[in-house]
């Protein structure tokens, strides 16, 4: 803040790189996808567009997982949840009368999704309950550090999509608010989403266990029950959507049927709205999954997609590149 | 946006109104309670402070009833609800067989409070479950433009407070991001927080029942459940701030216990915080009560600001002005 001759000043110059014809998307190939979105986003924003839409209006929602970063060969905060029961068993011999957290703690996966979702909720619950938020942070950030993807052998939060950070970014500078609205864990997806997406914790809407206010020895910290608060997935989507935003979005994207609902709600508003699809459709780069998979089943909203107006992207066909690493190693 | 010789420009100029040293809290008299804050606030925003707090960090929680509009002769929301148990009485012949639904067909106001919490959710339940969100928020609009407070004769959002008004403005122009933590209903203060506050409904938490995701004849819709969701109070309070906001607040703005849990969680943080509790001390101009008030009841909070560092506010003493229509009234 400068100030000027008795006035306060704020002064606010934000010069995007390069020029104002360049490509705001640049790791999407030009196609019926990136026609799309720049389309649409130039329809609401323009001032003497019959679709404008005012500032506060321009709510932008997205899925995680599948959507932003991969979600294979089972979802990141899954394999965060195994370490740490495997970390802590010893502490746990009691862990050993449960058939799902035996199975965590032998590092065997089929083991735990045999137990569908009840088995993911029992091991998430013993990784993360009992700690504090601040701790479960703190845990979750030394996982990221350390911890390396079995295929690609980066960081977890490295496997995020090139083309979905350019997305939010140019969202942004548009003067769309960008928020999360993931099935994965509230306070997991909070660790990361402000330095790796530039998505700020109270833009993050998420699934969470309860927790409790409690005093601590050097003051006050919120501590994790082993408690079931909310489902963030399917209609919980946008129930969570309405609680925490209060605003019907103007854009939605996912990638699988958990986001049908969110997408039905952010397209069925009045005006121009837009909805678009994620599809995994690139083994060699990515994965290749949709109708079959048990991760990211994308089905029924696969079916309304054509009906309902939502854009369809094809991760092989539509985007040039998959992973910022992709960048860093050079033509 | 101004494209200029191929570059984005984005140029904000806020000018705020007067002269740089004129005074941001002009109904706030000289004393105590405004050196603090606009000590506090200097320490945490100039950049060469050792209490220096970067711009995403600066989280300031307020709650609603008696902190930033007023409470009396009961909560504003609760008049809300008796006048639509009123209006719709004759389409619910079943509300005759509880006494707390007939205590506020009948108007009789003490009848509804001799139930306590229980008996104000069942009044709050009736009167709201069945509607959309869409349609609720439509109701309380309808509702601020017709009601008049009994002593003002003024709408119930007219009844804010002038001097929490300049301090949210305030700390926004001083870079923080203001948000309301009430135990009031969630969907009922977002129908006026952002044109009275400038608090954008994203940015508003508080207390609800359930909903639930609903096809409509032209689309779909949040339909609210007879079912509690969430008490937004005391303990509640940081629970709600650790699930929305993600961060701890910098300073917290309260009035009475219920804000209790609220000052503890934003104060014991690291680092120079800040916590202040408005006291209700001006029978003439507003209403004086504390310990032993059944509404707001300041007791424990009070009991504790000392030790804890709380600003408390005595309106008497330090508010020039209370209400907004005080100033258009003219001297």
Known sequence: MTRLGGLILIV?????????????????????????????????????????????????????????????????QLIYAIDRVKALALRHPEWMDSPILKAAMEGDVEGVLAGG??????????????????????????????????????????????????????????????FIVSGGGIDFIRVFAEEVYGIPPEQVIGSSIKAEFAR?????????????????????????????????????FGNSDGDLEMLQYATTGGGLRFGLIVRHSDAEREWAYDRDSHIGRLDKALDQAGEAGWVVVDMKRDWRVVYPFELQQGP
Do not use: C
């Open 216 to 252: 601590t020895s050097d003051g006050t910290a919120l501590r994790k029950l082993p408690e079931l608060n909310f489902i963030d997935d399917k209609a919980g989507k946008p129930v969570a959507i309405s609680l925490h935003i209060g605003r019907r979005p103007l854009a939605a």
């Open 117 to 178: 979702k009840g088995g993911l909720m029992e091991v998430v619950m013993a990784s993360h309950a009992g700690l504090t938020i601040e701790e479960f942070k703190a845990s979750v950030r030394d996982w990221l550090a350390t911890a390396r993807h079995p295929r690609s052998n980066r960081r977890y939060d490295g496997m995020v999509y090139q083309p979905m950070l350019e997305l939010l970014r140019y969202l942004r500078a548009e003067g769309f608010k960008t």
């Open 12 to 76: 606010n110059v934000v010069v995007l790189p390069g020029l104002a014809t360049a490509d705001p998307l640049p790791s999407w190939n030009h196609g019926e996808a990136k026609s799309a979105i720049l389309s649409f986003v130039e329809r609401v924003t323009e001032p003497d567009s019959r679709d404008y839409v005012p500032f506060n209006e321009r709510v932008a929602v997205f899925d995680n997982d599948g959507t932003l970063w991969s979600e294979q060969p089972m979802y990141f």
